[in-house]
């Protein structure tokens, strides 16, 4: 596709429930990030993927978040039991390559945790 | 990882230029410098990058001095619409990088 791709762009889910964010990359980006924004705040790093190696979990705040990549394609991020601490904008990005190539960012999914 | 530390907020008016000054005081040879741009409710997007001396694009320019130990992003002319996050990275352009974002500035530009 022409740009980076994230579904849905508004997700309202009750407390204890589980969601599933997607993310489409550009196509040939062998680089993805999933990143955090709450309302006012800069972006929270959560994971990394960079080609076929394993990703850097470094930034996933607890063992409710878990990410998953199929080689260079789609990513989805998974919150299981959520708490209305996970509202939040979740962005992705993609990059061509290693190193800090210009990165892609989606339009974000919103999620909002009643 | 180079640690960046910019101004949490700077206020402006229309017409004017505005400089952010980014300090990266341990930055390494190979590192370069990256500044993105967020609007509310977007992603980032890239602006400008540059490893030394001066870099000039429709958007921006961006100073790079010597030391490279800081680095300014200068905007002319800002308009309400400049009104934005932005952030400042440093690190190589090859290699292994991880996307970490600051806190960035928040400028307001104001009529």
């Known amino acids: 596709g022409a740009g980076v791709s994230q579904s849905p762009s508004n997700k309202v889910t009750e407390k204890g429930k589980d969601v599933e964010l997607r993310c489409d990359p550009i196509?040939?980006?062998?680089?993805l990030y999933w990143y955090r924004q709450r309302l006012g705040q800069g972006l929270e790093f959560l994971i990394y993927f960079q080609g076929n190696s394993a990703p850097d979990k470094s930034g996933l705040p607890s063992d409710r978040f878990s990410a998953e990549r199929t080689g260079e394609s789609v990513s989805t991020l998974t919150i299981q039991r959520t708490q209305q601490e996970d509202s939040a904008v979740y962005l992705c990005?993609?990059?061509?390559?290693?190193?800090?190539?210009?990165?892609?960012f989606g339009q974000g999914t919103r999620l909002t945790v009643v | 990882l180079a640690k960046t530390t910019q101004p949490i907020s700077m206020d402006s008016y229309e017409g004017q230029e505005v400089n952010i000054t980014c300090s990266h005081n341990?930055?390494?040879?190979?590192?370069?410098i990256t500044w993105y741009q967020q609007f509310p409710s977007q992603g980032p997007r890239f602006i400008i990058q540059?490893?030394?001396t001066k870099v000039t694009n429709e958007v921006a320019s961006l100073f790079i001095p010597a030391d490279r130990k800081s680095s300014t992003l200068s905007l002319p002319r800002v308009s309400l619409s400049d009104t934005a996050v932005y952030y400042c990275l440093v690190g190589p352009l090859a290699g292994t990088y991880k996307y970490i974002f600051g806190t960035g500035t928040r400028l307001k530009v104001l009529a």
């Open positions: 540059g490893y030394k």
């Open positions: 196509s040939g980006h062998t680089a």
């Open positions: 341990n930055i390494a040879t190979n590192d370069y």
């Open positions: 990005a993609s990059t061509p390559d290693r190193g800090v190539t210009e990165a892609f």
